[in-house]
């Protein structure tokens, strides 16, 4: 299992509240620990990140059980909240299916035959 890291697309045209002016800091993470990129980890760094297959997602899960758009992570005042976004084969948290939720740290998030585990360095 590798341990390499990759940033999702940081570019924002609007500025962050005061609550969001940390972000940059100390990202969550998403880290994929079964299916395939098994080992790569994902830097938070946006208030808006998009989960997918689709060419333009801010995180790229290349597995054809996982939706173009299958779900957006928002950095909100409550924390991470994780939005399914009418995915074919719904999101899971610790095996519970979710349309919306606030992650907590350690989670498992499943997507098809992707598993991810959110951190929160914050």
Do not use: C
């Amino acid at each position: 299992m590798s341990n390499e890291q990759w940033d999702a697309k940081t570019s924002t045209s609007r500025s962050r509240p005061d609550w969001a002016s940390g972000l940059g800091e100390h990202p969550a993470t998403l880290t994929i620990l079964e299916g395939p990129g098994e080992g790569k980890i994902f830097l938070l760094k946006k208030e808006e990140t998009v989960v997918g297959r689709q060419e333009g997602a801010d995180i790229r899960l290349d597995s054809k059980e996982v939706s173009r758009k299958h779900l957006i992570i928002s950095h909100t005042r409550a924390g991470w909240r994780l939005q399914d976004q009418k995915s074919l084969n719904g999101t899971y948290i610790n095996g519970v299916k979710v349309h919306s939720a606030i992650l907590r740290n350690g989670d498992r998030i499943t997507l098809g035959d992707v598993v991810l585990e959110f951190k929160d360095a914050g």
